[in-house]
């Protein structure tokens, strides 16, 4: 009963107000509070009611409207991204015949106009699969940037009597443009990155999935085999996609509760240590003092070697040292390793 006596009001308002919408009434001053509590309730209830208009215009869009924009209505006006998106829908989709036609003319006339309408009409193609990797880069232009580069070489490329279109071509070459973009650019501080690595990247993911799909436990070894690289390579590649091998600052705390020490404390000082640095210059000090009386005791060719390898600033190297005496470069070897020994033995007393 109380269910009864709570929506009995609403539909008797809703009654109401509905003729004061469709003719209004000059109302008098006197009135005009009642008239506003009114049309403030009847407005709070169709606020509840959906609006039919605008859920059949949303179902009418065309589906390209929608694959432009994934998660775009949130930005700003004046942010480029939203005017790159704005741009890019003034080129219009090419028709099948219209296509090849443009391809024709690029391949056969070698037509610059023709590639570049080719490269227009596809360029919404590259913002939908460029947002597909937007989490793992957070700068969407350049991955567009990427892609378009992609895109200018499958139109390149594209053979249109193979039977496929355009768009299906040139999403391979615009994926894998961004992809090796991603790979170059994944880690701060850049490793070096075999070619192993590359088919890591690509299809690690991929096949993990399908092994865990068909009920095995895709372990590092059964990875390794089915993508035919090296279990190191495979434990490398996880821990680079997953958090643990992103890059850590040295002045980040080992306790993050305490703080205190961090990991620039405890890496190891590789300067010299006050005792080392005492004893080498003792013992310059000391060759110094006896390097002429030692020269007087070494022949020619000695003493040639000793300047030219031993003592000088820019050292030469074995063969040119061999080649400016008229010597084989084993020869010269000897020649140095027996003045590097006549040395120890002269300085061993004074030591």
Sequence with gaps: MKRKILTQPKKESRAKTKPRALEPEVLPADTEDQENEDS???????????????ATSSENLPAQAHTLEPEVAAISPTDPLRRYLDEVRRYPLLEPEEEFRLVSKLKNEGDMQAARALVSANLRLVVKIAFEYRSMYSNVLDLIQE????????????DPTKGARLSYYSSWWIRSYI??????????????????????????MREKERLEAQGLLAGPKLLAEKLNVREKDVIEMEQRLSGRGAEMSLDTPIDADSGGTSHMDLMADDHEGADESLARNQLLSLLKEKLPEFQKKLN???????????LSDEPKTLQEVADLYGLTRERARQIESKVITKLKEFLAPHL
């Design 147 to 158: 892609g378009n580069i992609g895109l200018m070489k499958a139109v390149s490329k594209f």
């Design 300 to 310: 020619e060719k000695e003493l040639k070697i000793l300047q030219a390898r031993l």
């Design 179 to 204: 992809l090796k973009y991603l790979l170059d650019n994944f880690r701060l501080v850049k490793v070096g990155t075999t070619q192993a690595q590359k088919k890591l990247f690509y299809h690690l």
């Design 40 to 54: 403030e309730d009847s407005n709070e209830e169709e606020d509840l009611e959906p609006d039919d208009t605008e």
